[in-house]
Nanobody
Framework: QVQVVESGGGLVQTGGSLRLSCAAS????????MGWYRQAPGKQRELVAT???????NYADSVKGRFTISRDNAKNTVYLQMNSLKPEDTAVYYC???????????WGQGTQVTVSS
């Protein structure tokens, strides 16, 4: 079992920055990759960024050059640095962890990010 807990959401003006954190606990040795997804009202949940246990990253085109995903293995924490935020980035952001063998997904409770225009 893996647990993930997000923090760091909030309200920010257009052009501002926020950093989200996701702390993993439990069977962290089994985690293959972690990432961030978001869901805006009336829309499907979409991938924002992922990072593998080896450090490989992947970004949605809409956030490339503005968002950076990183990890601190000592703290079992993944971060999402969000710069140059836009109103269309407004969503609930969810942390995800996927295990290596069973490919089981674990989700956090979500954290709200609101970008005002």
């Amino acid at each position: 079992q893996v647990q993930v807990v997000e923090s760091g959401g909030g309200l920010v003006q257009t052009g501002g920055s926020l950093r989200l954190s996701c702390a993993a606990s439990g069977s962290i040795f089994s985690i293959r990759a972690m990432g961030w997804y978001r869901q805006a009202p009336g829309k499907q949940r979409e991938l924002v960024a992922t990072i593998t246990s080896g450090g490989n990253t992947n970004y949605a085109d809409s956030v490339k050059g503005r968002f950076t995903i990183s990890r601190d293995n000592a703290k079992n924490t993944v971060y999402l640095q969000m710069n140059s935020l836009k109103p269309e980035d407004t969503a609930v952001y969810y942390c995800n962890a996927v295990t290596a063998i069973s490919l089981r997904n674990y989700w956090g409770q979500g954290t709200q990010v609101t970008v005002s225009s």
